[in-house]
């Protein structure tokens, strides 16, 4: 018979380290046929905290956000979700992780065939399986109130604008309720008020779900709005990490013009 | 020489490659299928995309090539005196060579390049990403419904093409010299076992292994925008059909060791 604490570490997760921070990447390397995309990089990201990764395009920040999901394998390092590491899992041992991860993609990557708010519904249908359709709806309003487009529930997605299928896939992201938050360039090709708007979503969701969250950006005002801390990536290498006052005060050159041309 | 010989090299390695490659995803599409959770709503779609919407297409090639069968073998048997072979050589023509090709080849047409495209571009517009992102398995969602379908769906949609193709060439026998259906099915059938039969319209099953798992392989592994959408749907068929045809001669030689 399964005593108490069992059943606690099952559900825990055999593999869960709750000391460890809920992202953790170590040395990480990648490269494209013979462009070495990242050198080597070392990050870490807390619970309730926002990190935001900057840089010059091409300095591989999207390609960290799928290492962290899995989309793409290291060359070598280490990608610790909740001190679970994930290199060699399979590709459903590597969902189970994914349910706890959020992200949104740089072109929100909203399933064109379904409707906004099937697209919403769509890891609801395959991971709540047990939920009844009305319960279904109603949570795919509530997610989709909560980024402001409870309106446009019917609407496919070629028919919205970008900032509006960003909101949408923002949705999405959230819809497993998820512990870690990937947000790839949630405010690029958003015009000003858009990219507050985003902004704005995006400190909210944080103050009420305490998410552990990893913004990648070219924004450096969205980065100072929503992070706790920023990592300047530059030739595969983290040039600097830390506050947004460590950025300015900092005497590398590279972070000098970096804030000037931002 | 030097350029000419490792380009000859790059190009063997990149084919070994793709049999490789290829060789993955089936695995993975494989192992996908048969663990749960299935997914039923998404295998009765694709049933209705390959099985009721080829069906049109699949009954107009299969009457066409009755018609043409008819006038060819009226002309070639007549030659020789032999037109009361007639209906035996529409009927073997049809349903042992024919009906299963051509089904074979219309089916890829149709379907190869609709997954094949519709695939790619879920992929370069990181559809296929977002799928893998929220946990859930694309081999399992997208690649195995819809080879599934296919094999499920080619025998079926061969025993429509053999019937209307039969048909139509009766009809175009039928207009020029007198000849009832009945006798013409009697004539055709005498002396037939299931086994004239059955194996030919059943190795199908292996034409749709090849057309699904072509498509969705060339549609799952997709780079470079629309250039590569396109490339993905002409490969899909032009592979799928080649594959097919070259299966058909080894499967022929086993139906007549298996089934002499």
Redesign the interface.
């Known amino acids: 018979m399964a005593t108490a604490y069992d059943i606690a570490t099952q559900q825990a997760g055999p593999e869960r380290d709750n000391r460890a921070p809920v992202v953790a990447v170590e040395n990480l390397k990648r490269t494209f046929g013979s462009h070495m995309v990242l050198n080597g990089i070392s990050l870490s990201v807390d619970r309730g905290e926002t990190l935001a990764v900057l840089g010059r395009s091409g300095t591989g920040k999207s390609v960290l956000l799928r290492l962290i999901i899995g989309l793409e394998k290291p060359d070598s390092g280490s990608v610790r979700i909740n001190g679970q590491e994930i290199a060699g899992l399979s590709i459903d041992k590597m969902g189970e992780i994914r349910k706890k991860m959020g992200f949104l993609f740089q072109h929100a990557a909203l399933y064109d065939s379904l409707t906004v708010a099937e697209n919403v519904a769509f890891p609801l249908v395959h991971h709540r399986r047990n939920i009844s359709a009305s319960e279904r709806g109603d949570r795919v309003k509530q997610l989709l109130a909560e980024v402001g487009m409870e309106g446009n529930l019917d609407k496919m997605p070629s028919d919205i604008s970008g900032g509006m299928q960003k909101r949408v896939g923002l949705a999405r992201a959230l819809a497993l309720e998820p512990e870690i938050l990937l947000l790839d360039e949630p405010t690029a090709g958003l015009d000003p008020i858009s990219s507050g708007e985003i902004d704005d979503l995006i400190l909210k969701l944080q103050r009420e779900r305490q998410m552990a969250s990893i913004v990648v950006t070219h924004d450096l005002h969205s980065a100072r709005t929503i992070a706790n801390r920023l990592a300047l990536l530059d030739l595969g290498n983290v040039v600097i990490e830390g506050s947004f006052e460590d950025l300015q005060e900092s005497d590398i050159e590279f972070v000098k013009d970096f804030l000037k041309l931002s | 020489m030097v350029s000419a010989g490792s380009s000859a090299a790059g190009l063997v390695n990149s084919f070994f490659e793709w049999f490789g490659n290829l060789g993955i995803f089936f695995w993975?599409v494989l192992r996908?299928a048969v663990?749960p959770?299935y997914e039923w709503r998404e295998l009765i779609r694709q049933l209705d995309e390959v099985g009721s919407k080829s069906f049109p297409l699949v009954v107009m090639a299969g009457s066409a090539i009755g018609v043409v069968i008819s006038l060819e073998a009226r002309y070639s048997l007549s030659r020789f005196g032999a037109k009361s072979m007639f209906p035996a050589t529409l009927v073997y023509s049809v349903i042992q060579v024919m009906g299963p090709i051509i089904t074979g080849l219309v089916v890829s047409g149709r379907v190869g390049a609709g997954m094949g495209a519709e695939l790619a571009s879920?992929k370069v517009?990181?559809?296929i990403?977002?799928i893998?992102?929220?946990?859930?398995?694309p081999?399992r969602?997208l690649a195995a419904p819809r080879i599934l379908a296919c094999i499920l769906m080619l025998p079926l949609l061969t025993i429509a093409a053999d019937g209307c193709a039969l048909l139509t060439g009766w009809l175009a026998q039928a207009m020029v010299e007198p000849l009832s259906f009945h006798q013409f099915i009697n004539s055709g059938f005498s002396g037939s076992t299931f086994n004239s039969f059955l194996p030919q319209t059943f190795k199908t099953t292996v034409y749709g292994l090849i057309i699904g798992t072509i498509a969705c392989f060339q549609g799952m592994r997709t780079r470079g925008g629309a250039e590569g959408v396109g490339r993905a749907a002409t490969n899909s068929v032009v592979l799928a059909s080649l594959f097919l045809i070259l299966a058909d001669v080894v499967l022929v030689k086993l139906i007549l060791v298996v089934f002499p």
Not at chain 2, 132 to 137: G, H, K, M
């Open positions: 993975q996908a663990t959770p879920m517009s990181e559809q990403d977002a893998e992102a929220s946990a859930i398995n081999f969602l």
